[in-house]
């Protein structure tokens, strides 16, 4: 995680000489707004070129020390439950469409893993009010801030339910019998962790004065500890 | 100067039930410090939300607010108030929102940080800090917009007694200048030198507290020390820890282990450390959770220890265990590990029938108050008797009838010759332990009975 922090340093730092840490992010959120929209509208035969560039994220998402097992793996879901549904409904001709169903999906998340990977939410907040009201700019960069505490407690939650004997192992979701024991031991009760989060942190930000000037200030993005 | 006064309030979460706030009347002045006791469940958090002006649902009575009122609440888990992902921006949320310019932001944010004696660099992540850490973060987080009124929910239960007696620092001298603290405490001796009006939150009403509950430390007046009678000590060793050093990869060493600690069975033994210590992560090491570390010369139950391997034979309660609930009634909820590992499923009646709780049989665990459900997680793991159950800060923020039955359910099993291993940032005055493990300057080692007097008050 420390070596997660000293990467998004590096990375203000290096295209610090530049560009400012705000206007670096406000161009990683236009690269990646245009690369996910490229996986739905671009045809098949563009998207190997597509590949190709969203390869180059994954590579500076690595090099950074940034983990894409998680995305991974929901790709790899993704896959295991598509393709069967379409080996059911249309056949084995069709499967390679859903291969590519399934392609298109995953390369639309890849650069929003590399955009809330690389970027801090607070500077995603604060390019994004350029455009939006600052109440919606904050919801949405809360969010982003959000997904890497609820994937923790995500994981903290399987791990409970599992050793309570839930079946819920990888071995034993291999079974389809055992999925709706994923939902109801570990989603649900995520759901509701994420429910009464949102509820608490909304309190706590109108409590910090959220909402009280039309133009909020922003924590600065370079700067030396002093 | 009157701050806020409370005058006539009757708040309740439901026409079904009981007020919770009923007749409730309070007074605020600058520069006053209000401890507020009550067992869990009494209405003390929704009356912090009150003063906040936070409530959620509508009361009756009358709110007066100075002009001059500004308030800051640092919530029970910290966890639920942080927005932001470093400490630096955390901290600047408020400043943003008042539309404090950014030139200004570093020096006040920076002077907040040091004045809750944390010293770490503002691009620290959120994340890597230990719960007290957080508890202070967010108290600096509210100190940086200079609040008239500071509320506090149970700040004794998160912090170390180094960060109990920082707390006191800055509380004195935020008094000092004149700022009014009102804080829900289950253990008021901890601040006795700071509190003037001491409140018992009783059927809905605040009355005088007894000023003993300020001479003493907590619940060593409440006699719940209850001598093991029976223990089953058959020698075996269930939990080893030979010399290590205990890191994340990557990462720098938290603590050296320097002798092989084991773990008897019967034996209760409390880990002891300071906030970010590391006995959370230890306990999650051992019960196979732990990601990121290395391989370490650790065995439990003869094996090394891995997610999925012990089945009924290890149970771990871990901080805010209400998270693990899931199902329709309480009995349900005790039945699940029951009908998992195939035991038998009267145990579930029988543990409430113990507890006294067997009219919350088949209520939600999600609508009992927090003490109820920390009591039925553990009882679900209870139930199953294990050979060896691990426990992280299984006290923290549980009032002294809560303290209670948890204080029983491991007696009970440790008499079946269950291993407990359990953590807490002090040493345990109601519950009798074989001995303490104690991470210290960086090295955990076994620290036999004697332990250093670390209650703070």
Redesign the interface.
Same mark, same amino acid.
């Given at each position: 995680? =420390?070596? +997660? *922090?000293g990467a *998004?340093?590096r990375a203000d730092k290096h295209a610090g000489s530049l560009l400012s840490a705000t206007q670096y992010c406000a161009l990683a959120l236009l690269l990646s707004l245009v690369l996910s929209s490229s996986a739905f509208f671009l045809p098949s035969s563009a998207l190997g070129a597509l590949i190709a560039i969203d390869l180059l994220l994954v590579i500076h998402g690595l090099y950074l020390k940034n983990k894409i097992t998680a995305l991974l793996k929901v790709g790899a879901a993704q896959l295991a439950l598509t393709l069967p549904l379409y080996y059911l409904l249309h056949g084995e001709a069709q499967l390679l469409d859903g291969v590519i169903v399934v392609l298109r999906v995953f390369l639309a998340m890849l650069p929003g893993w590399w955009l809330s990977s690389t970027q801090?939410?607070?500077r995603l907040g604060e390019v994004l009010s350029w455009g939006l009201p600052a109440k919606w700019a904050f919801v949405i960069a809360?969010s982003i801030?959000l997904l890497?505490?609820m994937l923790?407690?995500t +994981?903290? @939650?399987y791990? @409970?339910?599992?050793?309570?004997?839930?079946?819920i192992?990888p071995k034993a979701l291999r079974n389809p019998k055992n999925w709706p024991e994923l939902v109801?031991?570990v989603l649900?009760?995520v759901l @509701?962790?994420l429910l /009464?989060?949102s509820?608490?942190?909304a309190?706590?930000? +109108? =409590?910090? *004065?959220?909402? /009280?000037?039309n133009?909020?200030?922003?924590?600065?993005s370079s700067?030396e500890?002093? | 100067m009157k701050l806020i006064a409370l005058e006539g309030i009757h708040f309740g979460y439901g026409s079904n039930q009981s007020e919770i706030l009923d007749d409730l009347n309070l007074v605020v002045n600058s520069g006053e410090c209000h401890c507020i006791n009550g067992p869990t469940g009494c209405g003390k958090s929704s009356l912090l939300h009150l003063l906040a002006g936070g409530l959620s649902r509508p009361y009756e009575g009358d709110v007066y607010r100075s002009p001059s009122l500004l308030v800051g609440l640092v919530m029970q888990d910290p966890n639920v108030q942080i927005l932001r992902q470093t400490v630096g921006a955390e901290i600047a949320f408020a400043l943003e929102n008042l539309g404090v310019d950014a030139d200004l932001m570093i020096e006040k944010v920076q002077q907040s940080l040091r004045r809750v004696g944390l010293y770490i660099s503002l691009d620290t992540p959120v994340e890597i800090l230990s719960l007290g850490q957080k508890y202070r973060l967010m108290m600096a987080a509210q100190l940086v917009f200079k609040p008239t009124l500071l509320l506090l929910d149970e700040p004794w239960a998160q912090l170390d007694d180094s960060g109990v007696r920082e707390l006191q620092s800055v509380l004195a001298s935020l008094l000092d200048d004149g700022v009014a603290i009102v804080m829900v405490e289950h253990n008021p001796s901890a601040f006795a030198s700071l509190v003037n009006y001491l409140w018992r939150l009783e059927e809905g009403a605040l009355k005088v507290g007894s000023d003993e509950l300020l001479k003493t430390v907590v619940d060593k007046q409440s006699l719940i020390k209850i001598k093991r009678e029976t223990r089953i000590h058959s020698g075996e060793s269930l939990v080893t820890i030979q010399p290590l050093h205990f890191r994340f990869i990557e990462q720098e060493r938290l603590f050296d282990c320097v002798e092989t600690l084991s773990l008897y069975s019967g034996e209760i033994v409390a880990l002891v450390g300071d906030n970010g210590a590391g006995k959370s992560s230890l306990l999650k090491t051992l019960a196979g959770i732990q990601a990121n570390i290395p391989s370490f010369p650790i065995s439990v139950l003869g094996k090394r220890p891995k997610l999925g391997i012990y089945g009924a034979e290890l149970g771990l309660l871990m901080q805010r265990p209400n998270r693990q609930l899931f199902e329709q009634s309480v009995l349900a909820e005790l039945q699940f590990s029951l009908k998992r590992f195939k035991q038998p499923l009267s145990r579930a009646e029988q543990m409430l029938q113990k507890l006294e709780m067997t009219h919350l049989a088949h209520c939600s665990p999600h609508k009992l108050s927090y003490g109820q459900q920390h009591t039925i997680a553990l009882a679900s793991l209870v139930c199953l008797q294990p050979r060896v159950l691990l426990l992280d800060d299984p006290f923290a923020g549980l009032d002294r009838q809560h303290v209670h039955k948890v204080v029983q359910l491991l007696q009970q099993l440790s008499a079946l010759g269950c291993a407990i291993l359990l953590t807490s940032h002090r040493e345990l005055p109601f519950l009798e332990v074989d001995r303490y493990w104690l991470i210290d300057s960086g090295q955990l080692r076994d620290g036999a009975r004697v332990i250093e007097q670390a209650n703070v008050g």
């Open positions: 995680m =420390l070596a +997660k *922090h *998004h340093r801090s939410p607070e809360a801030g890497p505490y923790q407690e +994981k903290e @939650i791990a @409970i339910q599992c050793l309570r004997g839930a079946n192992t109801y031991c649900l009760p @509701i962790q /009464k989060l509820k608490q942190m309190k706590a930000a +109108k =409590l910090r *004065h959220f909402g /009280k000037v133009k909020p200030t922003h924590w600065p700067r500890d002093k | -």
